[in-house]
């Protein structure tokens, strides 16, 4: 399909005079082209203003519409999701522990006239993604739950110190919280054949020299890669909640998570996973 112009208008929500990912030409061609060297540079792109400024309250109240539905989830975890090592001295990156905790909204909660899912199922959205990362298997996430979920998180929580396991993640921001919630990161600090615990514990011990710091605000959409590079939401301080969109794409056409993540993330398990899993619901351990 050489030819990306699709009618729909979706004018409506996302700022298309700004960035026209719906049609052919030079801008188009520009903006791409930008937002791969800037994903090439540090595994980062932020796309200010992406959602418009007059659309932001709609997609504030279709948050606030289903954040009671949030599935709240406590860990306490290192920055590799792995366990203890008490071979190792205490100030090593795999003995630093931190308080985790969010909530996810599931994606069936937002119902057909969602803002949100509009902009997932769009075909010239996911692939404006897929061309911006460079990824040849890209496939939209078929998992109910969550392909296109709401992060809620209040006073105190954040996201500490880790490595995604994902190879990158589609997030827009849609309502901060008083202050706090800067997003920190520290480009590609590791590698898949270093991990350079040495580098990774200074970031940890907040060396402002490896730390680029962003600051987010309603309607940016930012495209991370953030298996290499180490990365933190700081807390977030006031009573407003952070609502965040996270879209959901996997390297394989209509792949679920396991019965078990389904369970910790979204507090549910559908039969599509347990299908997909090759279990009987019987054999599900809560
Ligand atoms: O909420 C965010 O801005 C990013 C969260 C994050 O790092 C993640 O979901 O892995
Ligand atoms: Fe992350």
Redesign the pocket.
Known sequence: MNDLTDYTDYTEYLDTSRYPIAESSQKRDEIVTSAQSSIMADGCVVLKGFIRADKIADLVAECDRVEKFGHRNFTRTNPYFTADREDLPTSHPLRRFFDRSNAFVPADNFGADSILRKIFDWPAFSRFIKEVLQEDKFFPYADPLADVTV?L?EEGNG?PW?F?TNNF?V?L?IQNAESGGE?EYSPMVRSLTEENYEKVERVLDGDKDLIKTLL?EPGDL?I?K?RYSL???APLRGPRK?Y?A?FSYVSEPGMVSSPQRAKELYGRVLPIHIEHAGMRTDELID
């Open positions: 992060n998180a996201f880790h995604d993640t997030t921001a997003f987010l930012q991370f953030g990365h933190r939401v952070r965040v996270i």
